[in-house]
Structures are given as structure tokens and as C-alpha cells.
């Protein structure tokens, strides 16, 4: 059964953790994995999360099923914090727990896959590399196209458009909602109006991968594109991570919404998002989503959380600045957002740091940002310098 398996190259960014693991060499410095950290380098469990553990631990009194939907309340109250009310309550929308982002993702791929259409997935580039596999995995069919202006560093909007302007009724297109993986690129209120007038007059679904709400700009700023695009079509869809927002990493916490053309659409969708959940996972695992629930259900747990979040928002926002600083090749770090960049080198360059400098990264040139401190950001300049 199993003699005709091939070995498969290991996930780039994940081999990054252990290469950096094994170097002895004190000053090493790990800008690979998409995780926050903080000015040590470590990545805490959050305040207010620690606390709704606590309150678990004393006050939860049964680990009994929930069902496939997982958690509702912990879907419903993310929702208004995702969407905002007025979306949230509309009754054109349903949603789910799910296994982090990547769960989310994929049930949408499959409830894709099942709608008895065909539609095209369409790409933009570059971007995280689980999100092209996901959408294949499900048997869907995957176009790229371009997203980054890597000579502009900025977003390619006109090659955005014409690729789009190819796609025909009810074709998928991903979008990142903020703090794009990897580029950092942020589109303008403008470049949202543009995408979404276009999405709307051909008839498109977007579906927006909202992993990084309030490590951007804002909670609320995070989520503007989106809730515009919400607003503008009448359907889409939601895949939702908890996991860098609430550092919640490896309990896996995510949602996915979806937004119907109908009211009496929403069923028959709640039905398949159901039964196909119960399909690949039965029921998503408990405990991250009831960490959130009691942290949004309580006003002080949520205002710790939010002070919390905005403080790792400005470090994040700090060290870019700092970059941004350090070499006029690096000053549109500075204007982007989130935890990556995308540094101009190749994997040449990638390896000699690697090797001289004890500076990991992905051969993609993928940087986190929060893997700096306050003087490590010097160091790590200075070594990239001759580089760019
Ligand atoms: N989408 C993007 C753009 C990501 O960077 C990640 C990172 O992990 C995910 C989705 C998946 O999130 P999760 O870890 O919650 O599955
Ligand atoms: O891009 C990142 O670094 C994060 C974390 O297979 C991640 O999104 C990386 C690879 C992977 C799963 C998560």
C-alpha cells in the first residue's frame, strides 16, 4: 500500500524552526516562522488568555461533545468582532468553529468543491504557501496571478485587475483581508473600492483569509477592506485565525463565515459546512475556542487582551520603522504592515546569512519582523546591507 510513496520536501518555513534550533551560536537570530514575539524573543501566552485558562480550569464541569458547529457562542461573538454587528446579524450569514485558519480554509475549499459549479480559484502572488495546495487538495482548479510589484515594492493593482477581469461568474478569489503573508503590502480604502466594484460587476466570490486582525493597523482598520467587500457582493466568504491575534498558535483556532445571496440560502449552507466538517474533523478541538469565548464574553479579559494586542501592534510597528530607517531599499517596510516583509535577495543571499550571520530565514527572503528586538534590528541591517 505504502511502497509507492515519494519523500515530499518538508514545509519551508516550518524547517526554518528547527535549523535555527540547532545553531549554537548565541547572537543567532530567527526571522522565519509567522509568530509573534516580543523584545526577548519569546512568544507569551497572553495575559487575558492565561486568565480565561484559569476560569476554565476552576469553573468548566464537562468536556462533553459540542457538535461539528464546535463553540457557537465563541463563532458569534468573533463575528462581531471580525465583521462588525451589522454584518454579524445579518441573516445572510452562518459560521463555524474550525482548526485554526487552515481549517477554515479548507472547509471552504471543500464547500467550493461541492457546489456543483466549477469555479477557477484565483491566486494572487506571492503569498502563503499552504493556500495554493489547500484549494488543489479539494480538487478545485488554482490561477495565479500577480499581486506584488517586487521593483515597486508595492501592490501590482492594474495586474490585480486585468487577471481578475479574466474570471468568470462565481470564480473564487482570495484575498488577504490584512497584514499580507508575505509581502506586508496593504491595499489603499481605493485599491478595496476598485477590487470590489470589479468582484461585484463580474459576479465573483471573494474569499478573505483574516489571520492577522489588530496586528496591522487596528482591529476595526484590519477588517475595513473586508467589511467593504462584504457590503458590495452578495456572497462570500470568511476564513478566520485566533491564532496570532490571541497567540493561541498550537491550539488551532479559527472560524469560517459565510456570507449567503439569500436568507433561505443560508441552511442549505449551514448543512454542508456541517456535514463536511464532520467529514474531515467531526468536531474541531475545544479549548482554544473557550479561551476566546471567556476572554470576549468579559469586559475586563477583553480590554487586557486589547491592550495586550495594541502593545505587540506597536512593537511590530516599531521595528518596521527601525528597518524602514536602515537602507532606502528597506523604506517601504516602514509604510507596510504586519509581521513580514519580503527583503529583495535571493536564496544565495538567504544561505550566506544563514552562514555568516547565524540569520534565518526562508529562501523566499521572507522576514518576520517581530523575530528583532530593539538591537538586533542594527545587527541584522548591517549583515543585510551588502545584500541588497
Ligand atoms: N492564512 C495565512 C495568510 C497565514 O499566514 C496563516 C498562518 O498560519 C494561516 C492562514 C493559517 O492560520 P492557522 O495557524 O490558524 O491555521
Ligand atoms: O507563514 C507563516 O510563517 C505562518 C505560520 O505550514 C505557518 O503562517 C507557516 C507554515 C505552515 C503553517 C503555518
Redesign the pocket.
Known amino acids: 500500500l505504502f511502497a509507492g510513496l515519494t519523500r515530499q520536501p518538508p514545509d519551508a518555513l516550518l524547517a526554518v524552526i528547527g535549523m535555527h534550533r540547532a545553531d549554537p551560536r548565541p547572537h543567532k537570530i530567527d526571522v522565519g516562522v509567522?509568530m509573534y514575539r516580543d523584545e526577548s524573543g519569546a512568544t507569551p501566552v497572553m495575559r487575558a488568555v492565561k486568565a480565561a485558562e484559569e476560569r476554565l480550569l476552576k469553573h468548566q464541569d464537562s468536556k462533553g461533545y459540542l457538535g461539528a458547529e464546535g463553540d457557537q457562542r465563541y463563532t458569534d461573538l468573533l463575528a462581531r468582532l471580525a465583521l462588525g454587528t451589522k454584518l454579524a446579524e445579518s441573516d445572510r450569514l452562518t459560521g463555524v468553529q474550525t482548526p485554526?485558519?487552515?481549517g477554515a480554509?479548507r472547509l471552504a475549499a471543500e464547500l467550493t468543491a461541492r457546489s456543483g459549479r466549477a469555479p477557477t480559484v484565483w491566486i494572487g502572488t506571492p503569498t502563503?504557501p499552504n493556500h495554493v495546495p489547500i484549494f488543489l487538495a479539494a480538487g478545485l482548479a488554482v490561477e495565479t496571478h500577480a499581486y506584488f510589484d517586487a521593483d515597486r515594492s508595492g501592490v501590482d493593482m492594474d495586474g490585480c485587475l486585468a487577471a481578475l477581469s479574466r474570471a468568470r461568474a462565481g470564480d473564487i478569489v482570495v484575498l488577504?483581508g490584512c497584514c499580507h503573508?508575505p509581502t506586508g503590502a496593504r491595499l489603499t480604502a481605493e485599491q478595496w473600492t476598485a477590487l470590489a466594484d470589479l468582484i461585484a460587476a463580474r459576479g465573483l466570490v471573494p474569499l478573505i483569509?483574516l489571520?492577522y486582525q489588530g496586528l496591522g493597523q487596528g482591529l476595526d482598520a484590519d477588517a475595513a477592506g473586508m467589511r467593504l467587500l462584504l457590503n458590495a457582493v452578495p456572497e462570500a466568504m470568511v476564513a478566520y485565525?485566533c491564532?496570532k491575534n490571541f497567540a493561541l498558535?498550537r491550539e488551532?483556532v479559527?472560524a469560517l463565515w459565510i456570507q449567503a445571496a439569500t436568507p433561505s440560502a443560508v441552511m442549505p449552507v449551514r448543512d454542508a459546512l456541517l456535514m463536511l466538517a464532520r467529514w474531515i474533523w467531526s468536531m474541531p478541538p475545544d479549548h482554544g475556542a473557550a479561551i476566546v469565548r471567556t476572554i470576549l464574553e468579559d469586559d475586563n479579559l477583553t480590554q487586557s487582551w486589547l491592550t495586550e494586542l495594541s502593545d505587540m501592534r506597536a512593537r511590530i510597528a516599531a521595528i518596521r520603522a527601525s528597518l524602514g530607517e536602515a537602507h532606502p531599499v528597506l523604506a517601504h517596510i516602514a509604510q507596510q504592515e504586519g509581521l513580514f516583509a519580503l527583503l529583495p535577495i535571493d536564496k544565495t543571499a538567504v544561505a550566506s546569512l544563514r552562514d555568516r550571520h547565524a540569520i534565518y530565514m526562508p529562501d523566499s527572503g521572507r522576514i518576520n519582523v517581530a523575530g528583532l528586538n530593539s538591537v538586533s534590528v542594527k545587527h541584522f541591517a548591517e549583515a543585510v546591507m551588502p545584500y541588497l
Open positions: 509567522g485554526g485558519g487552515t480554509l502563503w488577504h503573508n483569509d489571520a485565525s491564532d498558535y488551532r479559527g
